[in-house]
């Protein structure tokens, strides 16, 4: 008899010994085809820095089986998209470590794969309003709990972004931040502010636009709003449809992988308030002395340092450009050319800086420069690196055109401004720049007497 009890005790700690480690993950409805009809079931997935890779499934409505929810600190919730195939995101794993990395926090992954696997995009959708009035009931409990809705982040992906909106305006505007990574854009461009994502669902609205011509919202949605390569064809993304599903996701993936970057600070990406993505490659858009001492706000997980600044100023509009991989940040210099030709010159520039064994390329090439005789035109170089010290420089002069004589660009000065760091511009006096020929020199430190 006490054997039977003994044994019958020790099957009964080691099932709760189980239970307690066991990890809950995102639901994989492997479907290898997407789902025509299904039952709006979400998952409330917990990390804390005690369990930051081990999932805990979270009650909808008992907070008190979850003691290491810890209500002091904030809580962010992680939001997806639409899932056709029904596969779990990627980066879901990955992005609960590195919020963790950063900051001690909550971080809640809402796994609502049952309502966003559907083969019917507008199910989708409609299941979106749904489980934004599932997810609202969450938060009021938590609330009941003694949460603060200023101390709640939200970081929705596609239609996440759009659900993490109307939870925010189900909540009076109350919530802390949300975080719009590409807020998709088939069936809720046109529609009013109270069915999608707008500024006043939360005290701080930021968002990334990375696909606006397919599958993301054109228009500014938040406080800030960040066009990267102008919200449009991401580098480094298939540009035919012959690459097959990666044509499609790319673009629209590309928000996440950035916003990702950012929380490692892997590197800094400065953003330039514009009106447009030309201007902006023009170069017609680099003063940021609208947000005073602050400077240039930066994209990303930090711009919530900005958030005094951008209140002011209601909504702002911003845009940079990456490389095709992490690191994604480039660097921005003012490249400054004076010719003595004669007659006119049109053209595109290509600039390499060299130092300490490695190499900076930026290609100014999105339209034609002007030229001409003793008149300053003004270029926006960016680099795919940044050089700490710059030995030396090499320009390129081409002008697209192979039937064009391939006559000279008499250069007066050039002046290289690193737009980041305050230095003394590099300079370079009397080049002669043959077409499609490179030209390597050592630059000189500007001097203000050199005119």
């Not at 189900?170 to 088939?186: H, Q, S, V, Y």
Request: aromatic fraction near 10%; charged fraction near 20%; glycine fraction near 6%.
């Amino acid at each position: 008899m006490f054997l039977w009890q003994y044994l019958t005790l020790l099957l009964l700690t080691t099932v709760q010994i189980y239970k307690a480690q066991r990890c809950e993950e995102f639901t994989d409805l492997n479907l290898g085809h997407a789902i025509i009809g299904t039952s709006l079931k979400i998952r409330l997935l917990l990390y804390t820095r005690d369990n930051g890779t081990c999932g805990t499934l979270v009650s909808h409505t008992d907070l008190s089986a979850h003691p290491q929810f810890n209500l002091s600190r904030p809580t962010t919730f992680v939001i997806h998209g639409y899932r056709p195939t029904g596969s779990p995101p990627v980066w879901v794993q990955k992005i609960s470590e590195l919020l963790l990395a950063r900051e001690d926090l909550n971080v809640i992954v809402v796994d609502w794969n049952h309502g966003a696997a559907n083969v019917n995009y507008l199910k989708a959708v409609e299941n979106t309003y749904k489980a934004a009035n599932n997810l609202t009931a969450f938060i009021k409990m938590l609330q009941e709990y003694g949460a603060s809705l200023s101390s709640i982040h939200m970081i929705g992906v596609s239609l996440g972004a759009h659900m993490s909106g109307l939870i925010g305006a189900n909540l009076k505007g109350f919530l802390g931040r949300i975080t719009a990574l590409d807020p998709a854009g088939p069936q809720f461009t046109g529609t009013p502010p109270e069915r999608r994502l707008d500024p006043k669902d939360a005290q701080f609205v930021d968002v990334l636009h990375t696909d606006i011509d397919a599958l993301g919202f054109r228009e500014p949605l938040g406080h800030i709003d960040f066009y990267a390569n102008g919200g449009t064809d991401q580098p480094g993304c298939p540009k035919t449809i012959f690459s097959g599903g990666a044509y499609f996701k790319c673009d629209h993936q590309r928000s996440v992988l950035l916003f990702l970057d950012s929380v490692v600070r892997t590197c800094v990406i400065k953003a330039f308030p514009c009106s447009s993505y030309e201007d902006f490659l023009d170069g017609n858009c680099l003063n940021c002395d609208r947000f005073g001492a602050a400077g240039c706000p930066v994209f990303g997980y930090d711009i919530i340092e900005w958030k005094e600044v951008l209140l002011r100023l209601n909504q702002t509009k911003t845009y940079f450009t990456t490389n095709p991989d992490s690191p994604f940040c480039m660097t921005n210099y003012r490249l400054e050319v004076m010719i003595w030709n004669k007659d006119v010159r049109w053209g595109y520039m290509t600039v390499k800086l060299h130092g300490n064994g490695k190499e900076a390329v930026a290609t100014i090439d999105h339209k034609t420069s002007q030229f001409n005789k003793y008149t300053e035109t003004n270029l926006f170089a960016q680099f795919d690196k940044d050089l700490q010290s710059v030995e030396k420089v090499s320009l390129k002069f081409s002008t697209g055109n192979v039937f064009k004589p391939k006559y000279k660009l008499r250069v007066l000065r050039i002046r290289l401004t690193h737009l980041e760091r305050k230095e003394r511009p590099l300079c370079r006096y009397d080049v002669l720049l043959e077409v499609n020929k490179e030209v390597t020199f050592r630059p000189i430190s500007c001097e203000e007497s050199n005119f």
